[in-house]
């Protein structure tokens, strides 16, 4: 018998038009009607291209005259696309009241000490007078409770949401809160979006001047599901100079420009390495992320060099800028936090 399970099953095999994602994953699909072989569906688009609203309802009409039993269609897309402009599935999305900016940390691949860059970079920003949030959204592999020192869990609110532990006037949250120490998360796609969503829309992250998120390796569901549930005013990337990390992290830069994330900036990370007399050494290579940045016309947001401070601190569970925020280690980090204050205005 048709039914409303029916159509939305239907309606999961309409692709989003240069996407490999469907219209009701996007949330597209605003309301469906069946009575007596009568099917009546709303769709809404906020702003975008009319060739691409049109294309969509083309596509959704036709996929649901295939279904046995559907005698009457009548398909509605509602909003206003504005003409000649671009457009993007992401639009529906919010973000979370009292939060002004979210911007993800991202790299190609492991290794590159990116959770080293976001903690700093989180510290860095809250030395410089904003309210700041992190989210760590590795599910696998959680180190943002190691590197700012918090194993308590959050608690519940009276509205039923997660407070997020505060350390080092950061708010965090991760799933290293909510599972033993050392205990293996073994979870598919659809459970680790769903956990994402959570963090982003069940915590009570206000007021937040920027909520950075800390994206695992890689250009996989967390990434996904992160761009799918909140609009991001922009990424940054942190590479090492040397060409296989370059070559990893240019497939994250894609990614980002697919879902029509704009990056805000390259990181070098591991830069170079000071001896005790003053001599500059270049362990990776040198000059890979600015030179990268040009080649693309992206902005070089800065060098972070490598002191052992910093692995110290991190292992520690209070980061460099924390410890030692007037230090050479620290100084990296607080031009960094500069440089993206001035892109995100």
């Known amino acids: 018998m048709l039914n409303q399970e029916i159509i939305t099953q239907a309606l ?13 994953s996007f949330g597209i699909v605003k309301t469906i009607a069946v009575q007596a072989g009568a099917v009546s569906v709303s769709l809404q688009l906020t702003g975008g291209n009319p060739a691409v609203a049109a294309q969509i309802k083309a596509e959704v009409e036709k996929a649901l005259r295939a279904v046995p039993e559907v005698a009457e269609l009548h398909v509605e897309m509602a909003g206003s696309p ?35 860059v976001s903690v700093n970079l989180a510290c860095a920003l809250q030395h410089l007078g904003w309210q700041v ?28 949401k997660l407070v997020p532990p505060e350390r080092h006037g950061v ?21 680790i979006m769903k956990a994402i969503q959570q963090f982003i829309t069940e ?32 990424g940054v990337i942190v590479t090492t100079p040397q060409e296989a990390s370059l070559g990893v992290v240019r497939k994250g830069i894609a990614m980002f420009e697919k879902v029509n994330v704009p990056i805000l900036g390259i990181v070098e990370n591991m ?28 902005p070089f947001l800065g060098e ?35 440089a993206l204050r001035e892109r995100l205005g």
């Open 304 to 338: 972070i060099p490598i002191f052992t401070e910093i692995r110290v601190s991190g292992d520690a569970g209070v980061p460099i800028v924390a410890s030692q925020p007037a230090g050479m280690a620290a100084a990296a980090f607080m031009a960094l936090g500069q």
């Open 82 to 116: 504005a003409a000649g402009g671009g457009t993007t599935p992401w639009s529906q999305q919010k973000k979370p009241p009292g939060v002004q900016r979210v911007v993800a940390v991202a790299s190609g691949k492991g290794g590159v000490g990116k959770s080293t």
């Open 133 to 160: 949030g992190l989210l760590d959204c590795d599910i696998y592999g959680p180190s943002i409770p190691l590197m700012m020192g918090v194993r308590e869990k959050p608690t519940v609110s009276s509205a039923d």
């Open 203 to 234: 915590v009570e992250w206000a007021p937040l001047d920027c909520l950075l998120v800390d994206l695992p390796p890689g250009t996989g569901d967390a990434q996904l599901s992160l761009c799918q549930t909140v609009p991001l005013d922009g």
């Open 271 to 298: 830069s170079y390495f000071l001896t005790p007399n003053g001599e500059r050494v270049e362990i990776f290579g040198h000059g890979g992320g600015r030179a990268e940045a040009q080649r693309r016309h992206l």
């Open 171 to 191: 708010k965090l949250m991760s799933m290293g809160f909510l599972v033993e120490d050392d205990a293996p998360v073994i979870w598919r796609g659809p459970m």
């Open 12 to 24: 999961k095999s309409v692709k989003y038009p240069g996407y490999t994602r469907d219209i009701v």
